[in-house]
Structures are given as structure tokens and as C-alpha cells.
């Protein structure tokens, strides 16, 4: 089971690399500003920039999320007729700094009163400063998990190409 908010992963496609980046910039807005079309939904499905060896993105949401993943791919030549896609999808670092100190700040929301008491005085002394930052964790990998699912799906779709764990 993986601990930590990142995955890496490899991408093998047939397309030449310029069909490659064609296709990501179909899908990848590389414009700031306006990204929603008058109705409200995206234009594109993903923010970021498309470069001649890779690309950077981010899913394009309807509302605020610090921590919707950055996928990252870097282009590689894997031998005749053959791409490799080197992907790799991690919180925004802003996000990485910023869990810990949440994880901190909701474990010692106990110590302040009230709260400790059924976890304390019930189950055992001083539970409420493990339990409640190891459920905001665990909210922040499954959430995590959910978005790189769809990612890997979504990019393995569009380039035609299948999926190796790494």
C-alpha cells in the first residue's frame, strides 16, 4: 500500500511524438484566464503547458481544491514505432507542506476540550491526537487515489496507450 500522494508510471504509445503533443493540446488549456466556455463547463479538461519533450496539467475543477494532482509527462523514444510516456501525478507542493501542519492543527483541536473526552476517557488517553490527523490523511490519499485513477485513465485513453506500473 503506497503511503505516500505520488505515482509514477510509464505510458507505451505507437504515436510519433508530434501526434503526442497534438493530442495533449487538444485537451490541455495552455491559456491563463478564461477557461469555461458562457454554459460554465471547460473548454479543456486540463490546465498546463504542452513542451516539445513533455507536459505539466492539472484537472480543471468547479470549485477550490488545494489538492487536485499535478501530472507531469515527460516524452522518451522506446524503439521503433514506439513511445514511452514517463508519467508521474503528486499533490501541488503548496498542498505537501500544508498537510502536515492541517494533520497537526486537527490533532490538537482535542487538547482544546470537549472533543477528547469520548476518545480519552472511552477508548484510550490521548487517542484524539493519533486518530483524527490519521483520518485526515487517509481522507487526503483516498481523495488522492480517486484523481489518479481518473488521470491515468483519461491520458492512457487519449494516447492510445497501455499502462505499466513502475
Known sequence: ??????????????????EIRQKLESQIDETPGQTQSYWGTPLKPYRGKVTANGFI??????????????????????????????????????SLVMVPVIAIALGALPLLGGIDYFLS?????????????????ALILVLFRME???????????????????
Open 1 to 18: 500500500m503506497q503511503l505516500l500522494p505520488y505515482n509514477e508510471f510509464l505510458l507505451f504509445t505507437r504515436l510519433s511524438r508530434n
Open 57 to 94: 496539467a492539472t484537472r480543471i475543477i468547479g470549485y477550490r481544491n488545494s489538492f487536485n494532482p499535478v501530472v507531469e509527462g515527460e516524452f522518451f523514444d522506446a524503439g521503433e514505432d514506439e513511445q514511452e510516456v514517463h508519467m508521474r501525478v503528486e499533490l501541488p507542493k503548496g
Open 121 to 137: 476517557d472511552v477508548l484510550l488517553p490521548g487517542a484524539g491526537l493519533l486518530i483524527i490527523p490519521l483520518l485526515f490523511y
Open 148 to 166: 489518479l485513477k481518473r488521470s491515468k485513465k483519461f491520458f492512457a485513453d487519449l494516447l492510445n496507450a497501455d499502462i505499466v506500473i513502475i
